[in-house]
Nanobody
Framework: QVRLVESGGGLVQPGGSLRLSCAAS????????MGWYRQAPEKQRELVAG???????NYLDSVKGRFTISRDNAKNTVYLQMNSLKPEDTAVYYC??????????????WGQGTQVTVSS
């Protein structure tokens, strides 16, 4: 059974930083693309960042230059470093597993989500 467990969310002031982690188990993690989606209240879920099995990355335009996705296949873990956070980054962030870093073939597995709140 595949499990994705996120951690690292919380409350941070505008301009601050957070690092999200997602630990995967139950699958050959290294062969899949991994990603982070987010969903704000009354908004659709959107892909924030994706990373291929080889380490290529893809970002939502609004987070380019502020967020960095990375993965450690030895630890079965994917990370999202979020810097210069803005109130509009407030959302539940979900770890995901898919076929490519653009998730054009959909999401195979979802994590349970972690809340990120950016507020003064």
């Amino acid at each position: 059974q595949v499990r994705l467990v996120e951690s690292g969310g919380g409350l941070v002031q505008p301009g601050g930083s957070l690092r999200l982690s997602c630990a995967a188990s139950g699958t050959i993690f290294s062969i899949y693309a991994m990603g982070w989606y987010r969903q704000a209240p009354e908004k659709q879920r959107e892909l924030v960042a994706g990373i291929s099995s080889g380490g290529s990355t893809n970002y939502l335009d609004s987070v380019k230059g502020r967020f960095t996705i990375s993965r450690d296949n030895a630890k079965n873990t994917v990370y999202l470093q979020m810097n210069s956070l803005k109130p509009e980054d407030t959302a539940v962030y979900y770890c995901s597993v898919g076929g490519n870093m653009y998730f054009t073939t959909g999401v195979k597995y979802w994590g349970q989500g972690t809340q990120v709140t950016v507020s003064s």
